[in-house]
Structures are given as structure tokens and as C-alpha cells.
């Protein structure tokens, strides 16, 4: 019978971890300890004859090897895009990933577009609040809100914006290459494909209804689209001022913008390890439902320890490569790696911490079901109580703890 293949560079990697590891081990207080140290004798343990698929087993490496104080298990925080089939059509196309995919995934729910320059995802509302985030080129927004204030907007890579449920919206892709982004809706069971448009209800009226409504004749609708149009290819857009005037009426625009230019506003915290800039009811004020932040990460920086008392996190990883783990009761603790287009799930109160693992800026989007965006830093709670009172839980002198970062960070290196 012949030798199962070797496992190039994780087996190798396994076989070195278990060769330094001595137990038991600093950092590693289960019994019997957890990991590839358990394989010191017997490098045997760490084989895997198959079968595998090294495509994606190589995208895991924290799977293939957690760190030594990961412990149990806990609900799968990792979902991702790339592997969520698209809904192609003439003018784009769209995937999404919701609850019903990402079983942990209760609050919110994840769509990513493509919207060709031109291409139009057609007049519709939903029964969700939407929250966008453009990751490329630029698009055009219009809504209407309850008053019948009409609103139309471009927006850019980094721009975002917000539409409280029951609102109805369009979007259109601009010159020269259109635009891709993300939408969030503020319940994870929402569902892209199932939404309120404009053309199923024009399809499903009877004609006579039609015509009693609009005060025109019943064969000015001979010619409406019999299916939903979804997202088709239409007419690039003229200025944007010309739409704003024909939109206007009696009472005139809406208050508050529903678009917000995230990647531009100023960061809430910019320290040597990244930055992070927040969005928020308090600074984008229609946004009374979804709170978000966007983090990036140096190489080497971490987004360092803590757990947010308002809502689960939902994550979309833009950029770079990370690893989170991700802490319970129980004790449990579990790591995964994240690459771009990834999703990522923390429920609500589980500390949790992410690190840049390559060698290019990171960068992801923390997403809330909430007005307002909280965290709870670990070293600022521990700075915060007496001293001698952590001491004693540490078994750290208090000039040690005098030391910590007492400024709630929020990335690692200050």
C-alpha cells in the first residue's frame, strides 16, 4: 500500500510547534493541554492522510492548528462571500449571506453588489432597515421618505448610507466602471432577494386599479414588465443636479443626509498600530438602527481586547489578512483566519481580538443592531480598578499594571 502524500507546510509547521512546545505551558492552563504539543512524541498525531482539499485547508491555518489556549467549541463565526453563489444578471449581480447560511448570524444580514456603470437595481423597499458601504466606484442613490421628501445622492468608494425600513429606494451604477458594495439589513433573516418592487406590484394590480389610481387610461400599463426586473442595464444618469431639481417639491429635502462619507470622516481613535472611524446615530443621524465602525490595522497592530454590550458584531473583511479569536464562557476560546470579502460574527458581549497577520494594512467593517456604537475595552476596565484589586487577580506587581494602556486604544501599538 503506498505512503498517503505529505501535507506540504502545515504538517511541517505542526511538527515544529509540537517539538518547542513543553508542557504544561505558559499561556495554556487546560489539562490536557490543548493543541499540537500534545503530538511531542508522536509526530504521527499531526498527519492528515486525507481526504483534503489543500485549497481551502491552506486559508485556515488556526484550524488546522490552534493556538494552544483555544479551548471547546462555539457556534462557526466565519462565512464569507466568495463562496455565496451571485444572482448574475444584464446590469450586475448580487450574492448574499444571511441567517439562514450563517447560523450564528441573528441580528444582521449581508448582501454584496455589482452594479455595472448604468446598471440599475430596480425602485423597491424593504422590511428591513439597509445600511451600504461602496467598496468600488461610485453609485447613485434616491429615497423617499415618509413625508414625500425626496432625496438623491452620488456616492464613492468609502461613502455609506442608510434607509430606514418601509422607505423606497433605487440604485444605479455610474461611469466609468460602476460600483460594488455592501448592504446590511438590520435582521439577520432579511433576505435581498425577497423585496417590495416596484414592477411585481405594477404586474400583480389589475389594469382598471392601475388606471383609477394614476387617472390615465388602463392601456397606458399595455406594455409594464409581466416579470421583476431585479437589476437590469439602463441609461447612465445625467448631473446630479438636474435629478436633484426634478425631485424637488413642495417640501423641499429631507432634513438629514441618508449618505455619509465614512472612509473620509475623521478617526475616533489613530494611534501607531491603525484607526478606527465610527458612524452612528451620533454623527450620521438617519442611522437610528445600524451603528458601524471601520478599523484598520498596521501590520503587527492589533485590535486589541474587548466586547461591545450593545449588540452581536457583524464583520466584513475588506482588506489584508487577519486572525480573530473569540472568547465565551465555559471557558471557551476559538480562533479563525479571515481574508478579503470574509464575514465574521461576535455575539453580543464575547471578548474577542483581531491581529494583522500580513504584511499589508488590514482593514474590515464592525457592524451593530444599534443606534450608537459601544465597546469595552480590557485594559481599560483593568486601569480602571483599584490596583491592588487586579493585582491580587493577576499576580502582577501594580507598577505593572500602572503600565497598561489606560485610554482605551482600540489598536494596538499606541
Known sequence: ME??????????????????????????????PQ???????????????????PAIGGQFPSAQSPPATDVGDMPMFWASFNNAPKRIQDGG????????DFAIAE???????????????EMHWHLAAEWGFVSYGACRVTVLDEKGRAYVADVKEGDIWYFPAGLPHSLQGLGPDGCEFLLCF?????????TLLVTDWFAHTPPDILAANFGVPADTFSKIPLNQLYIFQGKEPGALAADQAAV????????????????????????????????????????????????????????????????????????????????NTGPKAV?????????????????????????????????????????VS????????????????????????????????????E
Not at 113 to 120: E, F, K, N, S
Not at 186 to 194: I, L, M, R, S
Not at 268 to 293: L, P
Open 248 to 327: 424637488k417639491g413642495a417640501m423641499g429635502f429631507p432634513p438629514q443626509p441618508f449618505t455619509f462619507s465614512l472612509g473620509a470622516s475623521a478617526p475616533a481613535r489613530q494611534t501607531r498600530g491603525g484607526e478606527v472611524r465610527v458612524a452612528d446615530s451620533g454623527n450620521f443621524h438617519v442611522s437610528k438602527t445600524i451603528a458601524a465602525a471601520l478599523v484598520t490595522i498596521r501590520p503587527g497592530g492589533v485590535r486589541e481586547m474587548h466586547w461591545h454590550p450593545n449588540g452581536d458584531e457583524w464583520q466584513y473583511w475588506v482588506k489584508g489578512k487577519g486572525r480573530m479569536t473569540v472568547f
Open 3 to 32: 505512503a498517503s502524500p505529505k501535507q506540504p507546510g502545515v504538517e511541517d509547521s505542526l511538527r515544529a510547534a509540537a517539538k518547542t512546545a513543553r508542557a504544561p505551558t505558559f499561556g495554556n492552563p487546560d489539562q490536557p
Open 35 to 53: 493543541g499540537a504539543i500534545n503530538a511531542e512524541g508522536n509526530p504521527a498525531s499531526l498527519t492528515d492522510p486525507g481526504p483534503r482539499n
Open 93 to 100: 449581480w448580487a450574492r448574499q449571506v444571511t441567517q439562514f
Open 335 to 375: 480562533t479563525m483566519d479571515f481574508n478579503p470579502g470574509d464575514i465574521g460574527y461576535v455575539k453580543r458581549a464575547n471578548g474577542h481580538y483581531v491581529q494583522n497577520i500580513g504584511d499589508t494594512d488590514l482593514q474590515f467593517i464592525e457592524v451593530f443592531r444599534s443606534s450608537y456604537f459601544a465597546d
Open 186 to 194: 438590520d435582521d439577520g433573516k432579511a433576505t435581498e432577494y425577497n
Open 378 to 413: 480590557l485594559s481599560d476596565w483593568l486601569t480602571h480598578t483599584p490596583p491592588a484589586m487586579v493585582a491580587q487577580h493577576l499576580n502582577v506587581d501594580e507598577e505593572t499594571i500602572a503600565k497598561f494602556p489606560n485610554n482605551e486604544p482600540v489598536v494596538m501599538p
Open 107 to 121: 441580528e444582521i444580514s449581508g448582501v454584496n453588489m455589482r452594479l455595472t456603470a448604468g446598471g440599475i437595481r
